[in-house]
């Protein structure tokens, strides 16, 4: 019976972790992190998101400027108020709410975000900087789900990783990532063949595809730790409910630990905003990072280790 890897509750000493470090800040240097939020349109879903994010950003101490405009705003006005908000010194982190209204070309948006306040780490300069083992900010749905590998597993070197799905928000910066900590890496995406025998030999496994309960137990390794990105709505005994890429009922009996799908990865992806927008803060006031989460920096030491040596 694997392990449950609750992200609530890490997500949640996450948190507190960040309030302490704000609170300390706050007190020897007199400032706080700002973040601010854009919302263009009304997306119900956006809405929620962008909510639950100001939301927790206050929680934590930091201060949270929000930009909700309407949905014809032009791709034009919007970098208008990103350069405002670049040269902005009590905003250090920026988040363009996706997806943007068709008339908007995203990735020009992202890429006129200055790289140091692109908290999703989305920033063509950030995608480069972690390709290339320097320091980066990084994306943080990938982020969380390395913290909570780490926390896991201590050292991931070594260790045969499959992610399953490419997306430049998820799949492709979390092989990087888990290729900077020395695991052997594969990438399987919609054109893979045979994957089943890929995800057999995987020791970290990763899905994010969107597809319910794609990965059946059977093809999992025995003792493997399962990483469930994916969240999908389903109609089940006349009920909406929320489950992941992998089937968790029966892949927990053979994995070795297991997120959730609702309560693994979601939680900790607001959670490292929250993270990385102090680590921005950190790194404009030229303080030190509250946790450099620089790969391979310290071996078989997990997150939760690094948080209590830090704070
Ligand atoms: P995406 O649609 O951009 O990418 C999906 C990927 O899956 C593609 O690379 C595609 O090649 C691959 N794929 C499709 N069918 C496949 C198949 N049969 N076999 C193997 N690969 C296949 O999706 P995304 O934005 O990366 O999101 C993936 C999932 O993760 C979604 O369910 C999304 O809601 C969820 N998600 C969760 C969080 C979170 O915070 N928990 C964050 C981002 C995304």
Redesign the pocket.
Same mark, same amino acid.
């Given at each position: 019976m694997a392990t449950i890897i609750d992200g609530k509750a890490f997500a949640s000493n996450l948190r507190q972790f960040i309030h302490a470090q704000v609170a300390q800040i706050k007190e020897k240097h007199g400032k706080i992190p700002g973040l601010a939020t854009i919302l263009v349109g009304e997306d119900p879903a956006s809405q929620v998101y962008v909510r639950s994010k100001a939301k927790q950003t206050t929680e934590v101490g930091m201060a949270s400027f929000k930009y909700a405009l309407d949905a014809g705003t032009s791709e034009k006005e919007l970098l208008k108020l990103l350069a405002d908000l670049n040269a902005n010194d009590e905003i250090h982190g920026i988040l363009v709410q996706l997806p943007l209204p068709r008339h908007i070309n995203a990735e020009k948006v992202i890429n006129a975000i200055d790289p140091r306040k692109d908290v999703d780490g989305f920033h063509v300069s950030n995608v480069g900087l972690l390709g290339s083992g320097q320091k980066a900010m990084l994306p943080?749905?990938p982020l969380?789900c390395m913290m909570m590998l780490r926390d896991h597993l201590g050292s991931l070197r070594g260790k045969n990783a499959l992610v #399953?799905? &490419?997306?430049?928000? #998820?799949?492709k910066p979390m092989a990087q990532m888990l290729l900077a900590d020395d695991c052997t890496v594969t990438i =399987?995406? &919609?054109?893979?063949e045979g994957?089943a025998d890929h995800v057999k030999r995987a020791d970290i496994l990763v $899905? =994010? +595809?969107? &597809?319910p309960e794609?990965i059946p137990a059977e093809w999992i390794k025995p003792g493997a730790a399962v990483i469930d +990105?994916?969240?999908?709505r389903i109609e089940r005994g006349g009920q909406i409910r929320l489950v992941?890429?992998v089937d968790f009922a029966s892949a927990k009996e053979v994995a070795g630990a297991i997120t959730p +799908?609702p309560g693994? $990865?979601?939680?900790?992806?607001?959670a490292c905003l929250l993270f990385n927008t102090l680590t921005a803060f950190c790194r404009t006031m030229g303080l030190p990072e509250p946790v450099d989460m620089g790969f391979s920096l310290v071996e078989g030491v997990g997150i939760v280790q690094e948080l209590k040596r830090a704070s």
């Open positions: 943080c749905t969380g #399953v799905g &490419r997306s430049n928000i #998820v799949g =399987a995406h &919609r054109y893979t994957l $899905v =994010a +595809v969107g &597809r794609m +990105v994916g969240i999908n992941g890429d +799908v693994g $990865v979601g939680p900790m992806t607001i």
